[in-house]
T-cell receptor, first 116, second 113 residues
């Protein structure tokens, strides 16, 4: 069965601090996909990144970076030099497809508050 | 930019009413999805559609049905609304199935009294 755990319910940081959002997943499939989405106060989820299970290369995009480690089943998200605009709820998601099924599981989200 | 719009931001309905939530996307995406979002539960997939008139059940389809008569429009129907269906409903679209990124609408907060 699929499971995504975001153990951090809420995090507060002061602007310019670095912050890491944790995501741990469970799956029996060897082929799967991981995602991060951002949900700002306006409510609309915004896609940030997609990773497949065969690509463990870390990725950096500006102040955002992602660390994918299959050995620990984790896909953590780091924001460097946080800004007030980073305040949002962040969701990690896991999806699988094949053999006539499609399944996606979202974590419960981490609410990040960046204090000026 | 992908645009996904939902017919209402806020909706209040009475128990037993039939409720229609509409979603429209403008990117010619094959796939569309309906989720509900509840505190402490994250997003849960209700139904998705991979083509016109085609649909698949998600994790929590009970009490819901869907309709996709045109590619750009995906409707979620609550046949007889109940208070436990009070929630935020999010529509999404994507070029692929669940293994591809999805683009979300602003959500409809439905309250059933």
């Amino acid at each position: 069965a699929q499971k995504v755990t975001q153990a951090q319910t809420e995090i507060s940081v002061v602007e310019k601090e670095d912050v890491t959002l944790d995501c741990v997943y469970e799956t029996r499939d060897t082929t799967y996909y991981l995602f991060w989405y951002k949900q700002p106060p306006s409510g609309e989820l915004v896609f940030l990144i997609r990773r497949n299970s065969f690509d463990e290369q870390n990725e950096i995009s500006g102040r955002y970076s992602w660390n994918f480690q299959k050995s620990t089943s984790s896909f953590n998200f780091t924001i460097t030099a946080s800004q007030v605009v980073d305040s949002a709820v962040y969701f990690c998601a896991l999806s699988e497809a094949g053999g006539g099924y499609q399944k996606v599981t979202f974590g419960t989200g981490t609410k990040l508050q960046v204090i000026p | 930019d992908v645009k996904v719009t939902q017919s209402s931001r806020y909706l209040v309905k009475r128990t037993g009413e039939k409720v229609f939530l509409e979603c429209v996307q403008d990117m010619d995406h094959e796939n569309m999805f309906w989720y509900r979002q509840d505190p402490g539960l994250g997003l849960r997939l209700i139904y998705f559609s991979y083509d016109v008139k085609m649909k698949e059940k998600g994790d929590i389809p009970e009490g819901y049905s869907v309709s996709r008569e045109k590619k750009e429009r995906f409707s979620l129907i609550l046949e007889s609304a109940s208070t436990n269906q009070t929630s935020m409903y999010l529509c999404a679209s994507g070029a692929g199935g669940v293994t591809y990124e999805q683009y979300f609408g602003p959500g409809t907060r439905l309250t059933v009294t």
